[in-house]
């Protein structure tokens, strides 16, 4: 006798997800910043607004080269800070001074681009800086005459994603913001409609461009 063949069981389907909405800082470049800028330079062009290519953080790790578990320590923090898992930065050529062979490694690197930029040049202007002690602003001196900006940060503590505990030694950072400015100004003037705090003009900074924040109970 012939077995009836089993029905398929039913499937429900699933809806597609919407679009995913853009981070807040992405959100008021679009609404509010490139307008302000037209207005400013009387861009006849819309490719002519310039905004943000990629944000790159690096961390020199020097000590990577007698003790490894410094190196660990900063792909920890680097990847909480920024999201993403940094590249390892290896020596290009031995120094005997510094007891340095090339290949070894001596640093850790991210380029942020996309929703994670956006998304850390929020977390490091509106979270980050304003929790240093005595913080003033930072230079706008730091551009490099292609309209593309240089931050140095004494430390990763600043980050409030990073838990004192944790962290075996205080590091400092560089955060380059690549844009597609063609001068310094229009960089400047776009980083300051993003909500860069620059150092008002005639303050003196300290020589540390960002200090640690003070250490409160924990």
Known sequence: MARNPVAPAKTEPVAPEGPREKPRLHQRYLRDVVPALV??????????????????????????????????????????ITGQKPLIKKARKSIAQFKLREGQNVGVMVTLRGERMWEFLDRLMNAALPRTRDFRGVPSRSFDGRGNFTLGLSEQLIFPEINYDQVDKARGLEVSIITTAGTDQEARRLLELLGMPFQREGESLSPTTVRSPSRRHR
């Open 39 to 80: 207005k400013d330079f009387n861009y006849q062009n819309p490719m002519q607004v310039p905004k943000v290519a990629k944000v790159s953080v690096n961390v020199g790790v020097g000590e990577a080269i007698a003790n490894a578990k410094a190196l660990d320590a900063t792909v920890r923090d680097v990847s909480i």
